[in-house]
């Protein structure tokens, strides 16, 4: 089964914006109580895309940089890019199927 990558600012171009996928970004922090609500949500649509989309998770902690170039204001957010460019933007804790349409949506 598929995993979320770790996404630093070091390999962010190369995960997120140079993928010939989609890629789903989840930008969490450790303190945040529903980011820890949906990251065994993220995981499992990370197996159930396997091969169709990638799954990336950003700390936004860590990585300051990256959530204020994409002016993250509220954890979590998940991001879904296409072709290097945001499709996509949750905010906040969502059911399994509300992020399941919105994957459905960007892979047409």
């Known amino acids: 089964m598929s995993k979320p990558v770790a996404v ?6 190369k995960v997120v914006l140079k993928s010939d996928k989609p890629v ?5 922090a450790e303190w945040c109580g529903p980011c820890r609500m949906v990251a065994p949500i993220v995981d ?3 197996g159930e895309y396997e091969g169709k989309i ?9 990585n300051q940089k990256i959530a204020a170039q994409y002016s993250i204001m509220s954890i979590p957010t998940l991001m879904i890019f296409k072709e290097g460019k ?3 933007n949750i905010v906040g804790f969502r059911p399994k199927s509300e992020l399941k349409r919105s994957l459905d949506e ?3």
């Open 8 to 13: 630093t600012q070091d390999n962010f171009d």
């Open 24 to 28: 789903l970004v989840d930008f969490w």
């Open 44 to 46: 499992e649509l990370a």
């Open 54 to 62: 990638d799954f990336a998770k950003v700390n936004v902690d860590e």
């Open 86 to 88: 945001p499709q996509s």
């Open 106 to 108: 960007v892979l047409g």
